[in-house]
């Protein structure tokens, strides 16, 4: 009973985090107000590939330490659109991840936990069974720690090719949502504003409730 109380309110404290997390956003939003997204995008496009090979380098640090990474990817949305965006934090956020996994493997299990807070054996346990679609998965979820997850892969037996291809396709349909928001982020009424919204709303709620199941089933 207490378990399943627990697992009822984790999917709502996710939600939870998530609604505010676009609430602020849209908050700010109004009351700062955003400088023009085609003038802002016009000058950063004037830097060539300067801005976005900067972007992708400190996000891919800023993903090595257990920070929050949406907000970047909103950021991505504001300065240089939707499609540059998308590629831009995609390229970042896999740099991160690959360097996250090789240090997982480099520092150890003690170490790795440690610095996350995460306990590799449950990370292990997951990514054992089902290799591939648990990475899958677990990408596919946008509020699920990302850095922490990373480092404890490394110390798994998930294959590295898995490892891989999971994280870059389950990370496409959260990264659209969070690059969408910051693209279409001054026309919080516009169709592709809402859609994004709705998605990052349905991910998290499916993989809450995928993670209550797997729950149940492993209790």
Same mark, same amino acid.
């Not at 540059?84 to 390229?91: H, L, R, S, Y």
């Not at 089902?130 to 679609?133: D, K, N, P, V």
């Given at each position: 009973m207490a378990t399943a109380l627990i697992n009822v309110l984790s999917v709502w404290v996710r939600l939870g985090l998530l609604g505010a997390? @676009?609430?602020?956003?849209?908050? +700010?939003?109004?009351? $700062?107000g955003l400088p023009d997204p085609a003038r802002l995008r016009?000058?950063?496009? %004037?830097?060539?590939?300067?801005?976005p090979a900067l972007f992708v380098l400190l996000y891919a640090l800023v993903t090595? %330490?257990?920070?929050?990474?949406?907000?970047?990817g909103v950021l991505a949305g504001v300065?240089?659109? @939707?499609?540059?965006?998308? $590629?831009? $934090?995609?390229?970042?956020?896999? @740099?991160?991840?690959?360097?996250a996994f090789g240090l997982g493997r480099m520092l150890g299990r003690e170490a790795v936990e440690r610095i996350t807070g995460t306990r590799v054996a449950r990370v292990d346990a997951l990514l054992r069974r089902?290799? @591939?679609?648990a +990475?899958?998965?677990?990408?596919?979820?946008?509020?699920?720690?990302?850095?922490p997850i990373n480092y404890a892969a490394g110390l798994?037996?998930? /294959?590295? /090719?898995?490892?891989v291809i999971g994280t870059a396709l389950g990370m496409i349909p959260g990264t659209v949502a969070y690059v969408a928001l910051g693209a279409y982020g001054t026309s919080p009424g516009s169709w592709p504003f809402a859609i994004a919204v709705l998605g990052l709303v349905a991910l998290t709620a499916a993989g809450a409730a995928a993670a209550r199941r797997y729950r /149940? /089933?492993?209790a």
């Open positions: 997390f @676009l609430a602020a956003a849209v908050a +700010v939003a109004a009351l $700062v016009a000058g950063i496009a %004037a830097t060539g590939p300067a801005a090595l %330490a257990p920070l929050p990474k949406n907000v970047l300065l240089f659109g @939707l499609v540059t965006g998308i $590629v831009v $934090v995609m390229c970042a956020a896999m @740099l991160g991840a690959l360097a089902r290799g @591939l679609l +990475v899958l998965g677990v990408r596919l979820v946008p509020v699920l720690p990302f850095t798994t037996a998930v /294959r590295p /090719r898995d490892y /149940r /089933r492993h």
